[in-house]
């Protein structure tokens, strides 16, 4: 999670600066780019906010994108429940055999 910045006690905030024509895109859609969701939805699981403001920018254009995107408790209820699995898995490794899994290596 890097956040491009934290906003007050409640939310945070993710800055694109893409090419012109997927700005405009972006513009036509008026929404969070799907591509963009699971990035938006794993910040505010790490950070706990309750909302995340979605901005994209081009200096060409004089129309920005502003988008705020509230929490999706399920799909971050998910998320969190994967992440835990990862995460015992790398640690029964690491207890197993220093992390040295058995895939082959070149």
């Not at 591509?35 to 060409?60: A, C, E, K």
């Not at 999706?72 to 209820?77: A, P, S």
Request: glycine content about 8%; aromatic content about 10%; hydrophobic content about 35%.
């Amino acid at each position: 999670c890097s956040p491009d910045g934290l906003i007050g006690d409640d939310g945070g905030l993710e800055i694109k600066c893409p090419s012109p024509a997927v700005h405009n895109e972006y513009l036509r859609e008026q929404r969070l780019p799907p591509i963009y969701f699971q990035q938006v939805m794993g910040s505010l699981l790490v950070t706990g906010r309750q909302w995340w403001d979605f901005f994209s920018y081009h200096p060409n254009f004089s129309r920005q994108l502003l988008i705020r995107v509230e929490r999706d408790e399920e799909y971050i209820d998910k998320m969190h429940e994967q992440l835990s699995k990862a995460s015992e898995i790398i640690a029964l490794d690491v207890a197993n055999n220093g992390g040295k899994n058995n895939a082959k290596r070149n």
